[in-house]
């Protein structure tokens, strides 16, 4: 069986991940006075250079010969996959906010609003339908009915569920803990990266805090990754992550204030 603890805390998951994006939408509208069109913005942009364009590049390139090359070798695929994050969602970021956000440029809390789009419906579709599965798994489990999933698949197939099933049962319900620790820190570091690249967007000079961007945003994944290759403790990774995203938000703060002042 799948602890119930463990259950409850997947369900809590999926609130915790509609909830806060549209917290963090209501919040910056009232505090700033803002237009919430900015976080729908971020959340296209999101789904359309993470979830769509880069998988098809991820598709074609890991395909090749270099694609293999990359696979099998633990440092290049976190350096490719920081890298590749970091190029779309940062080139996304900077082409929403350069032409479509044009009218909005004159208030770099903008960038926030963004930021809460962009980062939310990542921590949306990360906590809510990232756990659907694992509740209708682990309640299928628990009460006894596992083989109306396995039933209908053939061999690989069953051998896939299984192989979730018995990850399921063997998870401590603190690793589910982790997930909207995870999600929270991204978020906050998403917000981070907007308003770096804001300033990139809005004035032609600081072109460069895009390649700044880029590099803290591959920095970010690429160290996770490679954390989580070495067996580090979830503790551990996310230690790392919440390091990672203080200093992301320290540069957007420090650039925020330099900028404001010039």
Known sequence: MVSWFSIFIMIFNMILGAAVPIGLMLYLRKKYHISVLPFWIGCAVMVLFALVLEQIIHFVFLQSPAGSVVQNNTILLALYGGLMAGLFEEGGRFLAMKYVMKKSHTNPHNAL???????????????????????????????????????????????????????????????????????????TGQMALSVIVWFAAVKKEKWGLLPLAVLLHLILDASAVLMAKAGAPILLIEAEVLAVVVLIVLCARTIWKRESLS
């Open 113 to 187: 609003m963004y930021g809460a789009g962009h980062g939310g419906i990542e921590m949306f579709v990360i906590l809510v339908f990232g756990m659907i599965n694992n509740v209708i798994y682990s309640l299928l489990l628990n009460i006894g009915q596992a083989e109306l999933l396995l039933a209908p698949l053939d061999q690989a197939g069953r051998n896939a569920v299984q192989d979730a099933f018995d990850s399921l049962v063997e998870a401590s319900p603190l690793l589910f803990l982790a997930s909207p620790a995870e999600r929270l820190f991204a978020i």
